[in-house]
């Protein structure tokens, strides 16, 4: 049994940041990966930014530059650093974990940009 519990979301002006946090719990043994993946409304669910163990990362285009992901291991938490967010940012940020072969997600946090 995995979950994974996120902080950080809520209201934003355009051009002010947020930073998410995820932390998992449970039946850990190896965490391949953590990452980031947002869903607004009418949208499909689509990745934000992924990191490795080897804390390799790739985000969205519509991202880079702005957000940055990290993890601790140690804590097994990941972040999610957003910076100049602007209203299309606006979505439910859900954050994933992949443990052996298996997938696990967090119940999501709202994100709104709006001024």
């Known amino acids: 049994q995995v979950q994974l519990v996120e902080s950080g979301g809520g209201l934003v002006q355009p051009g002010g940041s947020l930073r998410l946090s995820c932390a998992a719990s449970?039946?850990?043994?190896?965490?391949?990966?953590m990452g980031w993946y947002r869903q607004a409304p009418g949208k499909q669910r689509e990745l934000v930014a992924a990191i490795t163990s080897g804390s390799s990362t790739n985000y969205a285009d519509s991202v880079k530059g702005r957000f940055t992901i990290s993890r601790d291991n140690a804590k097994n938490t990941v972040y999610l650093q957003m910076n100049s967010l602007k209203p299309e940012d606006t979505a439910v940020y859900y954050c994933?974990?992949?443990?052996?072969?298996?997938?696990?997600w967090g119940q999501g946090t709202q994100v709104t940009v709006s001024s």
């Open positions: 994933n974990a992949q443990i052996a072969t298996d997938y696990y």
């Open positions: 449970g039946s850990i043994f190896n965490i391949y990966a």
